[in-house]
């Protein structure tokens, strides 16, 4: 059974930090593409940042030099360290787990990350 579990969401204030952990089981998790999406209310869920099983990265244009992923793959965790918080990023955001050889994803039930003006 595949669980992405997230953690390390919450309140914060503008320019403040937050760092999400997902952990992952279930799966061999060195072998996957590892990915942060968010969704905003009213808003479609859109890809934060990834980080394939090689360690290339790959970020939206509004958290580029903001936010920072990373893998610890002897832990099966991807986190995600969120600097200079601003409140356009208030979302829930969800763990991705992506396999490409046969195009599985999985995703984990999110964690509220909402900042404060």
């Known amino acids: 059974q595949v669980q992405l579990v997230e953690s390390g969401g919450g309140l914060v204030q503008a320019g403040g930090s937050l760092r999400l952990s997902c952990a992952a089981s279930?799966?061999?998790?060195?072998?996957?593409?590892m990915g942060w999406y968010r969704q905003a209310p009213g808003k479609q869920r859109e890809l934060v940042a990834t980080?394939?099983?090689?360690?290339?990265?790959n970020y939206a244009d509004s958290v580029r030099g903001r936010f920072t992923i990373s893998r610890d793959n002897a832990k099966n965790t991807v986190y995600l360290r969120m600097n200079s918080l601003k409140p356009e990023d208030t979302a829930v955001y969800y763990c991705n787990a992506f396999y490409p050889p046969a195009g599985i994803n999985y995703w984990g039930q999110g964690t509220q990350v909402t900042v404060s003006s």
């Open positions: 279930g799966i061999r998790f060195s072998l996957h593409t």
């Open positions: 980080i394939t099983s090689l360690g290339g990265t």
